[in-house]
């Protein structure tokens, strides 16, 4: 099976080629030519002033698979009714202006984006996705700063601890959405107890905050697998697998049968709050337009302006920001993603999704496929695959 949360990396980024052609082109790639066009694009309508939304993920480096379906979120967004005619907040109406910032997949570039967000765009709110070299940078950038933000697709004890947090106690003004470690082990044993197996266990892990959440002896999987009854054997590090159709697409048939997580899927049975999709017309209107196959981040990063929308239209003045970053914390809603509650925990300011187990099994449309094979982490969606030996 593979390890959750963890995509190949590249021979060549995009960013290396860059390189070669020279500093000007690096300085102004894909993603900043987006960026520019979200600083120029706003509302239609007569306001009341803008609402500045910054947004930051790995669009390019190591980490792009995580943020393949980006740019087709952003374009869909941006034509959903509060974000092309304004955001009604009482009886005024406020511009949104999205400014997107690609890290290249580096801690250090994430800050420094983060902090370009908030100095040079006035950035009211950020989000930001994928993995904690991501996400963490720019949390610590806002609540630092005193930025409200919102974070998503990073287990949350990478997120959480990595970052200082405290329990009980939480952050001023980042929040986040996903899942960690007990949701993991609900979504995978159950699978392994299916397997007529000798109940040992091999992990390999990154070595970063997200392998160390995962390897953590008192709140990691392993706890987890350890109270099931299974044998932890710790294999060493490896990078992130597994979790798109471009990772699959390096092991060819290899990646047949293997079992990993899914946090969103078009089987989820939610639709979006801005658009009314259901989450099979959202992924069908992804492929339709691009010609890929979907991937899971697509739902994620849409339910990030899903919950800035919510968070704006629940305040008097959009540029408090710490009125902005109690509406937050405060959030509980279902949305693309399905009920996320901000109020639960399991710390203050995060939302758990509830995972399922799936398969790469061969596809019809595409080679392979995700099939929802195990959901005894979240009944509300259906199986619609059976769990396979991945080497009988």
């Not at 034509?79 to 997107?100: A, C, E, H, R």
């Not at 890290?103 to 765009?121: C, F, G, H, K, Y």
């Not at 986040?176 to 007990?182: A, I, K």
Request: charged share 15%; proline share 6%.
């Amino acid at each position: 099976m593979a390890v959750p949360g963890l995509s190949f990396e590249r021979r060549v980024t995009r960013r290396e080629v860059l390189k070669t052609i020279g500093g000007g082109a690096v300085m102004l790639g894909a993603a900043d030519l987006l960026a520019a066009c979200g600083e120029i694009k706003g509302s239609s309508t007569t306001t009341s002033g803008t609402i500045t939304i910054g947004y930051v993920s790995p669009q390019t480096g190591a980490l792009a698979g995580f943020a393949t379906g980006d740019n087709w979120v952003l374009g869909g967004v941006r034509q959903t009714d509060p974000y092309k005619n304004g955001f009604k907040l009482g009886s005024k109406t406020y511009g949104v202006n999205i400014v997107v910032k690609d890290t290249q997949s580096n801690p250090d570039r994430a800050s420094q984006v983060a902090r370009e967000l908030i100095q040079s765009n006035k950035a009211d709110l950020i989000l930001t996705s994928s993995t904690p070299e991501t996400t963490n940078p720019v949390a610590d950038v806002c609540e630092a700063n005193g930025v409200p933000c919102v974070s998503t697709i990073v287990p949350w004890e990478a997120w959480f601890f990595a970052r200082g947090g405290k329990p009980g106690t939480g952050f001023n003004f980042t929040t986040m959405f996903f899942f960690g470690m007990q949701q993991f082990g609900e979504c995978f044993i159950p699978m392994w107890n299916r397997m007529n197996t000798n109940k040992v266990i091999a992990f390999t892990y990154p070595n970063d905050a997200d392998g160390n959440a995962f390897r953590d002896n008192k709140t990691g999987l392993e706890f987890f697998s350890a109270q099931a009854g299974f044998h932890n054997v710790d294999g060493g590090a490896v990078a992130k697998v597994l979790l798109f159709p471009a990772d699959t697409e390096a092991l060819g048939d290899l990646v047949n049968n293997v079992a990993t997580d899914a946090w969103w899927t078009p089987f989820h049975p939610y639709h979006s709050s801005l658009t009314g999709q259901t989450c099979k017309q959202f992924a069908d209107a992804f492929e339709s337009a691009t010609g890929k196959q979907w991937v899971q981040s697509i739902g994620s990063v849409h339910s990030l302006f899903e919950i800035a929308h919510k968070a704006f239209t629940a305040v008097d003045n959009p540029h408090d920001k710490t009125a902005v970053a109690t509406q937050l914390k405060k959030m509980n809603y279902t949305g693309i993603s399905g009920p996320l509650d901000f109020t639960a925990g399991p710390m203050p300011g995060i939302a758990i999704q509830k995972p399922v187990g799936v398969q790469w099994q061969k596809g019809t449309k595409f080679p392979y496929s995700m099939k929802v094979v195990d959901n005894s982490a979240n009944k509300n969606v259906p199986t619609n695959g059976d769990l396979v030996a991945t080497n009988p």
